[in-house]
């Protein structure tokens, strides 16, 4: 029956009127007779079996509609029912009382001065409230002169009951016509409030914060599945609780009193640590209740992590551990040693080595070691972009801060590496502007957008690298002296090749391998006087010159075994740099070697220079050495 229209008739002759009306539309709308209380009996079954509009008339349409839950419809008398009515009264006396409820008295004012010109009668009216005023009304009435009354079942039975004259009022066919499309348009609102309704509880239920509402009384309306959880209280027993009884420190009643909202404000509840919004709910500027969100503060701080790390980790994530940094010299183990200790600790990091030594491998292998491995890594040489383009990068900006600023702005390579690793290659080329902007990155954990007034918190921890002496270099007042002292709280040294000399078989070997899979091409290795011939070098470019002169041999060597002759011919593009001045050389290979070298590297470096036009910065690039080194050499030749 969910749904349906039920008829609950007062009398035999309305049931008969209905049940026609009923048939002649081919309704499924069930007629129920039962006047007063055995119709309410009946209307309250109706409802219990799923009706979803109850069609009545008169006294008994107004107590049903007092003690169901489900929409009624009351049919009001129309004039024309009065009017009928007092036609049929007329046969009787032309002294009329008309009794009923406030509908009747309506429907008879609205034709009075029709009927004191049609009818030549006197008509007197009494309204009730409730059937027990009935009999008070007859008598009244009958003092007054009438003789006959006109009114509903109730009435007709008790004005009989004193052997009176009675006229029953009816209905027409047409207010039952009426009532009943305008039963259909309510079911059809009554559907789509509940499917809104179910909508609602739905996102009510299933919102990842705790939702609490309340009426103006104080009394709890809405307490979905989470505030449930974080209270430990059930639904059943907050619903119709004042809401101080069931949440502790919840301020809506305040919020309730001063219609005014409150915003992000930080409270425990039970022991959890939560941010709350408190929202009036306003009603024709009145404040008819208030509904409160509650968010954990550890869930925010989690999902932030996540969302950051859904959107910006692609192409910041460390792929380096430090089983992949070949060699097991005594210098480079010291190094990973000391690095695997520092990956255990929170503290700043300061990476120095020469260029080509592996800084940016050992700060991918410290993330990956640490806390942090599963946050963001994200890596920036400083050297590589202007002043003003590397604070944007690394700050960030809002829409506007500047001309040529992307729409909607754009987030910092510091924010982005919330939570993980902001590892800053050559930071000896920071300006001296951005360091005080950086310094206090690293003190206060906290960013500020170009443009921007609004403090952004960050968890990041720094690790710098540079191919200079930064001491050296804050003597020369070319960077921050409190920079510097914050940047160095752990400082690592990274070997430059020449010192690690054993591990360039190890290296060769690797670089082989890698690299005839990249070109696709096979490659026998290299015989003993080539790899001999490596070993002499000084390296300036350390492992990034190693590796490139490899790259060159394996495709010169085209399926054949790498040996002198196409070292020789590799060679001859890539300069055979001096040794380092630590090194010692023997008697025999100062006699048979020092001279060559020297010769094939004046011959490399002046044979670049011509092909770039004397430009030494790509002249540097094409040997794989820094402008510094070159102009080193250039002096050194001179």
Request: net charge negative; with cysteine.
């Given at each position: 029956?969910?749904?349906?229209?039920?008829?609950?008739?007062?009398?035999?002759?309305?049931?008969?009127?209905?049940?026609?009306?009923?048939?002649?539309?081919?309704?499924?709308?069930?007629?129920?007779?039962?006047?007063?209380?055995?119709?309410?009996?009946k209307a309250r079954k109706a409802e219990?079996?799923?009706?979803?509009?109850?069609?009545?008339?008169?006294?008994?349409?107004?107590?049903?509609?007092?003690?169901?839950?489900?929409?009624?419809?009351?049919?009001?008398?129309?004039?024309?029912?009065?009017?009928?009515?007092?036609?049929?009264?007329?046969?009787?006396?032309?002294?009329?009382?008309?009794?009923?409820?406030?509908?009747?008295?309506?429907?008879?004012?609205?034709?009075?001065?029709?009927?004191?010109?049609?009818?030549?009668?006197?008509?007197?009216?009494?309204?009730?409230?409730?059937?027990?005023?009935?009999?008070?009304?007859?008598?009244?009435?009958?003092?007054?002169?009438?003789?006959?009354?006109?009114?509903?079942?109730?009435?007709?039975?008790?004005?009989?009951?004193?052997?009176?004259?009675?006229?029953?009022?009816?209905?027409?066919?047409?207010?039952?016509?009426?009532?009943?499309?305008?039963?259909?348009?309510?079911?059809?609102?009554?559907?789509?409030?509940?499917?809104?309704?179910?909508?609602?509880?739905?996102?009510?239920?299933?919102a990842y914060d705790g939702i609490l509402?309340?009426?103006?009384?104080?009394?709890?309306?809405?307490?979905?599945?989470?505030?449930?959880?974080?209270?430990?209280?059930?639904?059943?027993?907050?619903?119709?609780?004042?809401?101080?009884?069931?949440?502790?420190?919840?301020?809506?009643?305040?919020?309730?009193?001063?219609?005014?909202?409150?915003?992000?404000?930080?409270?425990?509840?039970?022991?959890?640590?939560?941010?709350?919004?408190?929202?009036?709910?306003?009603?024709?500027?009145?404040t008819v209740g208030v509904v409160a969100?509650?968010?954990?503060?550890?869930?925010?701080?989690?999902?932030?992590?996540?969302?950051?790390?859904?959107?910006?980790?692609?192409?910041?994530?460390?792929?380096?551990?430090?089983?992949?940094?070949?060699?097991?010299?005594?210098?480079?183990?010291?190094?990973?040693?000391?690095?695997?200790?520092?990956?255990?600790?929170?503290?700043?990091?300061?990476?120095?080595?020469?260029?080509?030594?592996?800084?940016?491998?050992?700060?991918?292998?410290?993330?990956?070691?640490?806390?942090?491995?599963?946050?963001?890594?994200?890596?920036?040489?400083?050297?590589?972009?202007?002043?003003?383009?590397?604070?944007?990068?690394?700050?960030?900006?809002?829409?506007?801060?500047?001309?040529?600023?992307?729409?909607?702005?754009?987030?910092?390579?510091?924010?982005?590496?919330?939570?993980?690793?902001?590892?800053?290659?050559?930071?000896?080329?920071?300006?001296?502007?951005?360091?005080?902007?950086?310094?206090?990155?690293?003190?206060?954990?906290?960013?500020?957008?170009?443009?921007?007034?609004?403090?952004?918190?960050?968890?990041?921890?720094?690790?710098?690298?540079?191919?200079?002496?930064?001491?050296?270099?804050?003597?020369?007042?070319?960077?921050?002296?409190?920079?510097?002292?914050?940047?160095?709280?752990?400082?690592?040294?990274?070997?430059?090749?020449?010192?690690?000399?054993?591990?360039?078989?190890?290296?060769?070997?690797?670089?082989?391998?890698?690299?005839?899979?990249?070109?696709?091409?096979?490659?026998?290795?290299?015989?003993?006087?080539?790899?001999?011939?490596?070993?002499?070098?000084?390296?300036?470019?350390?492992?990034?010159?190693?590796?490139?002169?490899?790259?060159?041999?394996?495709?010169?060597?085209?399926?054949?075994?790498?040996?002198?002759?196409?070292?020789?011919?590799?060679?001859?593009?890539?300069?055979?740099?001096?040794?380092?001045?630590?090194?010692?050389?023997?008697?025999?290979?100062?006699?048979?070697?020092?001279?060559?070298?020297?010769?094939?590297?004046?011959?490399?470096?002046?044979?670049?220079?011509?092909?770039?036009?004397?430009?030494?910065?790509?002249?540097?690039?094409?040997?794989?050495?820094?402008?510094?080194?070159?102009?080193?050499?250039?002096?050194?030749?001179?």
């Amino acid at each position: 029956m969910y749904g349906k229209i039920v008829i609950i008739s007062p009398d035999e002759k309305f049931t008969q009127y209905s049940k026609d009306v009923v048939e002649r539309l081919n309704e499924d709308i069930d007629v129920i007779e039962g006047s007063f209380s055995v119709g309410l009996g009946k209307a309250r079954k109706a409802e219990r079996d799923g009706a979803g509009i109850i069609i009545s008339r008169g006294g008994t349409g107004k107590l049903i509609k007092n003690n169901v839950s489900v929409p009624v419809v009351n049919i009001d008398f129309s004039s024309y029912d009065v009017i009928n009515s007092l036609s049929r009264a007329m046969d009787y006396s032309h002294d009329i009382g008309i009794i009923g409820f406030e509908d009747l008295a309506d429907a008879y004012e609205s034709v009075r001065t029709i009927l004191e010109k049609t009818f030549k009668a006197s008509i007197n009216v009494c309204t009730i409230s409730s059937t027990r005023e009935i009999e008070g009304c007859v008598n009244l009435l009958y003092k007054k002169g009438s003789r006959v009354f006109i009114g509903g079942h109730q009435v007709v039975e008790s004005v009989e009951s004193k052997r009176l004259d009675a006229v029953l009022i009816e209905t027409g066919k047409t207010a039952i016509i009426d009532a009943i499309k305008y039963s259909h348009r309510l079911l059809e609102v009554q559907k789509i409030e509940k499917e809104k309704a179910a909508i609602l509880k739905s996102i009510i239920d299933f919102a990842y914060d705790g939702i609490l509402g309340i009426d103006q009384k104080g009394k709890v309306t809405v307490f979905n599945p989470v505030i449930q959880r974080l209270t430990g209280i059930s639904y059943d027993d907050a619903i119709g609780e004042l809401v101080d009884n069931v949440v502790e420190n919840s301020r809506m009643t305040k919020v309730l009193k001063s219609g005014e909202s409150e915003l992000g404000e930080i409270q425990k509840i039970k022991g959890t640590t939560i941010i709350t919004n408190r929202v009036p709910i306003i009603v024709d500027n009145k404040t008819v209740g208030v509904v409160a969100t509650f968010q954990e503060v550890e869930k925010i701080q989690k999902m932030e992590t996540h969302i950051r790390t859904k959107l910006h980790a692609k192409g910041h994530v460390a792929k380096t551990n430090f089983e992949d940094i070949i060699g097991n010299s005594s210098a480079i183990s010291n190094s990973k040693a000391k690095a695997t200790l520092y990956s255990q600790v929170e503290s700043t990091i300061l990476i120095q080595g020469e260029t080509g030594t592996g800084k940016e491998l050992f700060s991918q292998s410290i993330h990956n070691a640490s806390g942090r491995r599963d946050k963001p890594f994200v890596a920036v040489n400083c050297a590589a972009l202007p002043e003003n383009l590397l604070e944007s990068e690394l700050f960030g900006y809002v829409e506007g801060a500047f001309t040529g600023a992307r729409k909607g702005g754009k987030t910092g390579l510091f924010e982005l590496a919330h939570g993980g690793t902001i590892f800053l290659d050559e930071i000896s080329e920071m300006s001296m502007s951005i360091q005080a902007r950086f310094l206090r990155v690293i003190q206060e954990k906290e960013v500020v957008r170009l443009g921007d007034d609004k403090i952004i918190p960050v968890d990041i921890r720094v690790i710098g690298a540079t191919n200079r002496d930064l001491l050296k270099q804050v003597q020369e007042m070319k960077f921050r002296e409190d920079l510097y002292y914050r940047l160095c709280v752990l400082t690592l040294e990274i070997p430059p090749l020449r010192m690690r000399k054993d591990d360039i078989h190890d290296l060769v070997d690797y670089f082989l391998m890698e690299k005839s899979r990249e070109l696709n091409i096979k490659t026998k290795g290299i015989d003993h006087d080539a790899m001999a011939r490596l070993l002499l070098y000084d390296w300036p470019g350390n492992i990034r010159q190693l590796e490139n002169l490899v790259e060159r041999c394996v495709v010169l060597s085209r399926d054949k075994e790498i040996s002198v002759e196409v070292m020789d011919e590799a060679i001859s593009g890539i300069p055979q740099l001096g040794r380092g001045e630590d090194y010692q050389y023997t008697e025999h290979e100062y006699d048979g070697k020092k001279g060559v070298l020297k010769q094939i590297e004046k011959d490399t470096i002046m044979n670049v220079l011509e092909e770039t036009g004397g430009n030494k910065t790509l002249a540097a690039e094409k040997l794989g050495i820094s402008v510094t080194t070159l102009w080193r050499k250039l002096k050194s030749m001179e």
